[in-house]
């Protein structure tokens, strides 16, 4: 009976880690080593007095052996921004699957971990489709630990406060989606994880 008993956890353990994995695509793991510059693994930067730092962090992490650490001092009137992706200046910040490889048509949403320390701070997460338009989430670091934010298409709003000279500015999300990025909002200062970013398959 015992043997039984454990046979039908096995089976079940099984079921549960097919099913996620046939439910969604995973794009980014950060395994790789993270660095800045045109080279580089990570595409980052701040200006208007805002400060930002980003590594791999093998003491906090999600899933693999290392997650993405950022640590910032973001100002009033500064910025900061951390993109992996296609079509970024760090030319190795490639996601784990081409975004033109992935039917899109069958995606409902994008997803990441987050690691939060209750601190209260905004972090915008945004995206970049196939227009070069910006579109952005707001992610509030309300908790602590490890969490899953998970976030539907239809739920990012197009930003309305700055978009690059080359993007079509459309206000229709272009699929693929090239990009994404994580920047902490001012006034606020400390350091937040991201690991395991997924797109989610629709029901």
Known sequence: MKIFCLFIIFVLSLTVYNYAQEDAILIDDFENPLSGGPEGTVDFGSGGGSSVKVKGSTDIKKCGNQSLEITYDAVPGGYIWAARGSDLDAKNAGWLVAPETIDWTKLYAISFYMYGTNSKAN?????????????RFMVEDSFTGWKKVIIPFNDFFARSDWQPDNADKNSTLDFPIRSFQFEPRPEAKGTVYFDCAELIKAK
């Open 123 to 135: 972090i915008a997460f945004d995206i970049k489709d196939n227009g070069k338009e910006i579109w």
